[in-house]
């Protein structure tokens, strides 16, 4: 039983290795994809936060993004991580506008 393998189109190569190198230079440059928004719950204390990037070990690092975050920021804090999200632990509030941005580190 023989199995056919497509043959590789040097172009085909030649573009992967440029978008290669191009996130690599991204992220030399400090860029990353591994960020999200997030609104925290009104009227309640934890907001949960699914993505894929997280992974048990990954730091959160959060950045009001509205007025009303910046109030927050002394009450809110990542409580738990896991595969697949995050949860953030803050105060009870009816304020729906609590805006932040997060980056996913490791």
């Not at 573009?15 to 719950?41: C, P």
């Amino acid at each position: 039983m023989s199995i056919a393998i497509p043959a590789v189109r040097p172009r085909h190569i030649e573009e992967a290795i440029r978008q290669i190198v191009d996130a690599l230079r991204g992220l030399a440059d400090g860029r990353s994809n591994a960020i999200g928004e997030v609104t925290l719950a009104a009227s309640a204390t934890s907001t949960v936060v699914s993505d894929t990037r997280v992974g048990s070990g990954s730091v959160i690092l959060l950045s009001p993004m509205s007025a009303s975050a910046v109030s927050a920021d002394t009450f809110v804090y990542v409580q738990a991580v896991s595969d697949g999200g995050f949860t953030l632990a803050h105060d009870s509030n009816a304020v729906t506008d609590r805006d932040f941005r997060y980056a996913v580190q490791g």
